[in-house]
């Protein structure tokens, strides 16, 4: 899809300086910029990069001075990490079409209702006393069991499957093949060795605006509920374990785990495949490094933790850059010892 | 649903000391017990709690003689976890309903026979010559491929796609979107860079009483079998290559890994987000702590592993004491070389 | 399926020594040899084995001088890892066949077009405007969205998602609930703690002979394309963030992450649970060993780096051997400190 720079000014109420007649087809990054491609520079550290771009147009700031002469055309906004936003938001729009109606075959269970303007793809399943908001997109082969809750415009992506008694807020998005409300781990050690899996009766809740990953899975409580409150972003292959409880607008990135009845703050952020153990509590906005292991509840809000026991983040990168010379410390310690 | 005190005694062989017309609705944990809930006490280090909580009774062991007085009902058995668990299998017997008979649209091959009281859901697919047992209940959206057979009262939840030639137990429990049976990871490098797949010719083998996560992952072997030995405990989004076997009754938790051909003991416990490398043998009953890496053979059964490349929990954890304090280390070694 | 040895001599164009009427049904790794099972000897590391194992025939190369007695059957090939990898992939042309035409319900759309030769099984969802090649087989449960390209000869398994505007190469294989062109993860921050969608409106590009395994994840692009190249080959659980490019040839092994925007070269090798950070290069012939982190670009190619933040894994082993004894390293500068 093309659009002039005339266009795009227009969408996201800017001015151009330069030929607003020319055409883009692509967003490209400004250090990488082609001609019909459009640029955005918002982090002063890539300044240099517009003097040099072969990008058609660039999204800058209003308040930008260049320091050199610029070759491309500019679009000026009040900011320029959102004009591109906007762009984005804007394109996303016009090409992305809801879909509307009920695809055949598809299993509708009884007593199940489903408010207006919604969508049901083929092999899309609901089961018995469901309902399903305004709005609310089922795409293709997504399970949907008994008893389950969806509120106003949120979109179930192909594949997604939301067990028995599951309640999912308003403006959520899950994304293909995430798991919701599966059965919690819960076995109980017999004396032989063997276990007994212990019953998980309890369900999963998901409150407003909330969006689940791409073969997420989330258990449900072995009894009272998962909550993931709102506001969360989860990213793909995240494990949430029974009875966890995930706080307002924190972000979960992909690959990470989080045991049993453990409770994550809010504002928090966890890089990817962190690790988290169970029954502990973690305060707000506490951020948690990629690969690190949490193994105690963290009361102080606001700190960065790393590490595979996570503990500081600066205290973390001093260790570990004299790990990195232990055998020169070994050395000199040979030393002294030769010495003495 | 709400239960009388009385009702929950009859239920689990104990003997209400209290109002046994109260009732609950709820199980709460303890330390967070309150009006309408029930709790239980089997752990000592919770037993402050019981004379402070809000629940509206607390299932206690017989032989718990309080130290204080105590304000809620209590719900005396022999063993109060015993009691626990039976109390949530009853609720879970009254609640979760199986079910029965075959919707439609569903596919079933031909040569396939499935045994009685079984169930299978809209969507299903089932191969050729499949064999399923007694009371196989065969959800919605399951893929089952060709020759596959599956023992009785075996419970296949949604999405789940079991490949060719696999073959499960009886009272085997496998969860929404695991993958039993899909190719092992086996290429072949040839002289221009390039890989050639070697073809994955074999199965696997789940034997009784297992229960495998959801959105897990189980190859096939390159020839003979992959396989998971009766009792096994696996938990969501774990990775099991070809080849592996995993023995008798051992748990595995969240996002492990296990790689190719190596071969676990029994009643082993792999905490979460394990990786254990291909080809080797881990002894019966070793506990390998959550994030830990295996790289060698463990031969002496019943340790307990932790780190990135294993070594005795123990000593992991004096190392680990001193590398967060490396710096201080550092600057002693810094005075004394000043000295000398 | 039983063969005898002169059979399987044609089949890997070997000579026989000694019984050829004999039969084998079976492939053992030649350490575990069994009467009925065929074995091969590549590496000289197993040599010994081939003079005590039991299996009925032994796969060697046309130059092994046995330096003791032999009492199993020999095939002579020229070179035996070579007729081992044909004997395999002569069984599955054998026993794997292809499936053909379309299986009922299953749901095409409108201006989609499939080649000849081609499967679709039952449940498949293939949307609008889709083009599928010559061969292509798509297996049961598999959604396809709107505007996909697939080359011929791929094979789409069970439960696999491929989201709109996808482009698939030829000679692929994609396993079963993998998931291709989910949303990217990417958030913009809100001045009140909440989080705003960044519409991903680019794609996901997979060259010729691509292999993706199960239950893996690969996000769209924001704009543009992720693109994994030609022959690269990723197992299972895999996440692949938006932006990504996977150049040629290069080998992911399960669990591993890499994150947005990040390059990686050609010919590399990603072992299972490396975690890579959002914006960096990775030279090409890069080897990441197992739960590797990588935190900076990689410049120089063919490395080999190891640890939580990986560096030369030579390195990595030194230190942390001495990471192993800093309990004793500790003590002899106590020791040093009482001498001054």
Same mark, same amino acid.
């Given at each position: 899809?093309?659009?002039?720079?005339?266009?795009i000014?227009?969408?996201i109420?800017?001015?151009?300086?330069?030929?607003? &007649?020319?055409?883009?087809?692509?967003?490209?990054?400004?250090?990488?910029?082609?001609?019909?491609?459009?640029?955005?520079?918002?982090?002063?550290?890539?300044? &240099?990069f517009?003097?040099?771009?072969? +990008?058609?147009?660039?999204?800058?700031?209003?308040?930008?001075?260049?320091?050199?002469?610029?070759?491309c &055309?500019?679009?000026?906004?009040?900011?320029a990490?959102?004009?591109?936003?906007?762009?984005?938001?804007?394109y996303?729009?016009?090409?992305?079409?809801?879909?509307?109606?009920?695809?055949?075959?598809?299993?509708?269970g009884?007593?199940?209702?489903?408010?207006?303007g919604?969508?049901?793809?083929?092999?899309?399943?609901?089961?018995?006393?469901?309902?399903?908001?305004?709005?609310?997109?089922?795409?293709?082969?997504?399970?949907i069991?008994?008893?389950?809750?969806?509120?106003?415009?949120?979109?179930?992506?192909?594949?997604?499957?939301?067990?028995?008694?599951?309640?999912?807020?308003?403006?959520?998005?899950?994304?293909?093949?995430?798991?919701?409300?599966?059965?919690?781990?819960?076995?109980?050690?017999?004396?032989?060795?063997?276990?007994? +899996?212990?019953?998980?009766?309890?369900?999963?809740?998901?409150?407003?605006d909330?969006?689940?990953? +791409?073969?997420?899975?989330?258990?449900?409580?072995t009894?009272?509920?998962?909550?993931?409150?709102?506001?969360?972003k989860?990213d793909?292959?995240?494990?949430?374990?029974? &009875?966890?409880?995930?706080?307002?607008?924190?972000?979960?990135?992909?690959?990470?785990?989080?045991?049993?009845?453990?409770?994550?703050?809010?504002?928090?952020?966890?890089?990817?495949?962190?690790?988290?153990?169970?029954?502990?509590?973690?305060?707000d906005?506490?951020?948690?490094?990629?690969?690190?292991?949490?193994?105690?509840?963290?009361?102080?809000?606001?700190?960065?933790?790393?590490?595979?026991?996570?503990?500081?983040?600066?205290?973390?990168?001093?260790?570990?850059?004299?790990?990195?010379?232990?055998?020169?410390?070994?050395?000199?310690?040979?030393?002294?010892?030769?010495?003495?």
């Amino acid at each position: 899809m093309e659009f002039n720079l005339n266009q795009i000014a227009g969408l996201i109420h800017g001015k151009v300086e330069g030929d607003g &007649n020319q055409t883009v087809s692509r967003i490209d990054k400004i250090q990488e910029g082609q001609p019909g491609g459009i640029s955005f520079l918002s982090n002063e550290k890539y300044e &240099n990069f517009i003097y040099e771009t072969k +990008a058609t147009a660039v999204i800058v700031s209003e308040d930008f001075v260049p320091a050199k002469p610029i070759s491309c &055309n500019l679009i000026r906004v009040k900011n320029a990490y959102t004009g591109f936003t906007q762009l984005l938001e804007a394109y996303s729009q016009m090409t992305k079409k809801s879909s509307f109606g009920v695809e055949q075959p598809s299993f509708f269970g009884e007593y199940s209702i489903q408010g207006e303007g919604g969508f049901r793809g083929a092999f899309s399943y609901i089961g018995k006393n469901c309902t399903l908001g305004k709005n609310v997109q089922i795409h293709p082969h997504t399970y949907i069991g008994n008893n389950v809750k969806i509120g106003d415009n949120t979109i179930i992506h192909p594949g997604v499957k939301i067990c028995s008694d599951s309640v999912i807020g308003n403006n959520c998005e899950i994304h293909p093949g995430a798991v919701i409300g599966s059965d919690g781990f819960g076995f109980a050690p017999q004396e032989d060795g063997t276990y007994k +899996a212990i019953p998980q009766i309890g369900n999963v809740i998901i409150e407003d605006d909330v969006s689940i990953g +791409a073969n997420t899975t989330i258990d449900c409580a072995t009894m009272g509920s998962t909550i993931i409150k709102r506001g969360v972003k989860i990213d793909n292959l995240v494990q949430i374990a029974h &009875n966890v409880i995930i706080g307002e607008n924190t972000v979960i990135a992909s690959q990470t785990g989080i045991s049993g009845s453990t409770e994550i703050g809010k504002n928090c952020v966890l890089a990817g495949q962190v690790g988290i153990v169970g029954h502990i509590k973690i305060a707000d906005k506490t951020i948690i490094g990629a690969k690190t292991g949490i193994s105690r509840s963290i009361d102080v809000s606001g700190r960065t933790l790393f590490g595979l026991i996570g503990f500081d983040i600066k205290d973390f990168m001093k260790s570990y850059s004299i790990f990195k010379n232990l055998p020169q410390l070994q050395d000199r310690i040979k030393e002294l010892e030769k010495k003495l």
